[in-house]
């Protein structure tokens, strides 16, 4: 039978076959090189900052201080996606069924080798929030059984938990900390909060409500490995110490971790751990590790939402046995769990090559990135300081909130009170939107505000495309829109 020729042979080369057609002479693009960014990289790493922007895709009047919140992707692994979005779309049946199963592994033995754990134990998902809602869906609750957060918790997380309080028995007990808080006092918060549930202290068991006081048990611990905001360090790897001494499970949210601090999941091993790929990694949204150590994922028995890897008890019934349509590979029941996860454009999952390419043949290597981007959000916080007048950024004595963070927080002209030019305390969250839309429709960028301890903070991300005098710019125009609050327009 012959082939059918495209709808218009001058914008697709590539044939449609018809059953009984020769695959001899035409080979569809299935498998592109998964060395996909070689063929333009420069033969040395570029310089870190302005020389690194055009191979970004912003617009040319954006102003990108804001990495932290969705991130971006280079112009290579733009190619990559757009090839892998290709080989999908020339056989979608041939790409979901036997192809994009082995190059999901390859993508995922990446990742793995990048946090240094076992392969097995990392499994790719669209973003935290589906992975930290997995875990929590999945486990069995009992009653009496809590969950700790501390109150930087990200807001989604904190909803999560009150959504399973609505429909399961844990119970959540947010433990308040003022920031700035020295590492030690964070985890003496977290020991005072454990043993008083345990332990029934009664000014701590007054805050877990429903469930009697001789049967609660904290049986898990939320925190971050950096705090979206204000945008803070956690001592997360000492956190994981304490939970393994208590007989807590551990999930870190780890949304601002791959690509931003270094990661050693291997050593650390925290009982669930994920964290975007598409944040501080390059790579297109949405992509996310999710590390799950072989002894935990009996406990993960469904992805979310559940699909045909999920294996339901045995049964001896043949009319129990539920066809599966896709072909069974030779990987574990974790990894075959989340291999196929309903329909979507697995396309980002399988940049993850060609985004660790870029950042070793452009912008020479993890070390690299990670030292330029903390060391300019050290610099632009004390420089923006200035420029705003406050002189003061987010940061405890002992200097570890900003340790190696490419994340800072700086406090903000604004003072909240009834008196002329100060903010009533009901017009907080109005303020930071009045001043986030007009940062971007009329100077075209954005300010990550947040309102914390009676104080407004801006949150500058530290990025490779990026240098002092763009924070110092940024400074200013926030600095004029403070003003203009002060004068009550964002009332108008």
């Given amino acids: 039978m012959a082939t059918v020729p495209s709808p218009d042979s001058s914008e697709?080369?590539?044939?449609?076959?018809?059953?009984?057609?020769?695959?001899?002479?035409?080979?569809?693009?299935?498998?592109?090189?998964?060395?996909?960014?070689?063929n333009q990289a420069p033969k040395h790493p570029l310089p870190l900052g302005h020389t690194l922007r055009p191979h970004f895709l912003f617009s040319p009047t954006y102003m990108p201080l804001n990495h932290g919140s969705f991130g971006a992707f280079p112009r290579p692994v733009q190619r990559a996606l757009h090839t892998a979005q290709a080989s999908l779309e020339s056989a979608p049946d041939t790409f979901f069924r036997y192809v994009f199963p082995s190059w999901l592994d390859e993508n995922r033995a990446a990742v793995a080798k990048l946090v240094k754990a076992p392969v097995n134990e990392i499994v790719l998902v669209p973003n935290v929030t589906t992975a930290t809602n997995e875990v929590l869906r999945n486990i069995q609750w009992q009653d009496g059984d809590v969950v700790v957060y501390f109150d930087t918790v990200y807001g989604a997380v904190e909803k999560l938990v009150k959504y399973m309080e609505e429909t399961t028995p844990l119970r959540g007990l947010k433990i308040g900390r003022s920031l700035p808080?020295?590492?030690?006092?964070l985890i003496e918060a977290?020991?005072?909060?454990?043993?008083?549930?345990?332990?029934?202290?009664?000014?701590?068991?007054?805050?877990?409500?429903?469930?009697?006081?001789?049967k609660r048990k904290v049986r898990m611990a939320l925190f971050d490995t950096i705090c979206s905001m204000p945008g803070?360090?956690?001592?997360?790897?000492?956190?994981?110490?304490?939970?393994?001494?208590?007989?807590v499970l551990s999930c870190v949210d780890g949304a601002h971790g791959i690509g931003h601090i270094p990661l050693n999941l291997g050593e650390v091993q925290p009982d669930f751990f994920m964290s975007n790929l598409h944040k501080w990694l390059y790579v297109p949204r949405g992509c996310a590790l999710f590390y799950v150590p072989q002894k935990n994922q009996h406990l993960i028995r469904s992805a979310l939402p559940t699909s045909h890897g999920f294996a339901p008890l045995p049964s001896d019934e043949p009319k129990d046995q539920i066809f599966n349509p896709l072909p069974q590979g030779a990987n574990t029941r974790f990894v075959l769990l989340h291999e196929f996860v309903a329909t979507l454009d697995p396309s980002p999952y399988l940049c993850v090559q060609a985004a660790i390419n870029f950042r070793e043949t452009y912008c020479g290597g993890e070390e690299r990135i990670m030292k330029y981007c903390s060391d300019l959000a050290t610099a632009a916080g004390f420089e923006t300081a200035k420029v705003l007048g406050t002189n003061e950024i987010m940061?405890?004595?002992?200097?570890t909130l900003t340790e190696g963070c490419a994340l800072v927080s700086v406090r903000m002209p604004l003072d909240m009170g009834d008196g002329e030019g100060q903010v009533p305390e009901k017009d907080k969250l109005k303020v930071g939107l009045w001043i986030q839309e007009r940062g971007a429709k009329d100077f075209?960028?954005?300010?990550?505000?947040?309102?914390y301890d009676g104080k407004w903070y801006v949150r500058w991300s530290g990025q490779i495309y990026l240098e002092l005098e763009d924070f110092v710019w940024g400074a200013g125009v926030l600095k004029e829109l403070c003003e203009r609050v002060k004068k009550g327009e964002y009332k108008e």
Avoid: Q
């Fill in 12 to 38: 697709s080369s590539t044939p449609i076959l018809t059953p009984g057609s020769s695959t001899s002479s035409t080979a569809l693009p299935f498998r592109p090189s998964t060395d996909i960014s070689s």
């Fill in 181 to 185: 808080v020295e590492d030690d006092e």
């Fill in 395 to 399: 940061e405890n004595a002992a200097g």
């Fill in 232 to 247: 803070v360090r956690v001592p997360w790897e000492r956190m994981v110490e304490k939970c393994r001494d208590f007989d």
């Fill in 444 to 451: 075209e960028t954005y300010f990550a505000i947040s309102v």
């Fill in 190 to 214: 977290f020991e005072k909060a454990v043993k008083g549930v345990n332990e029934d202290h009664a000014e701590v068991g007054k805050a877990v409500k429903g469930t009697p006081a001789k």
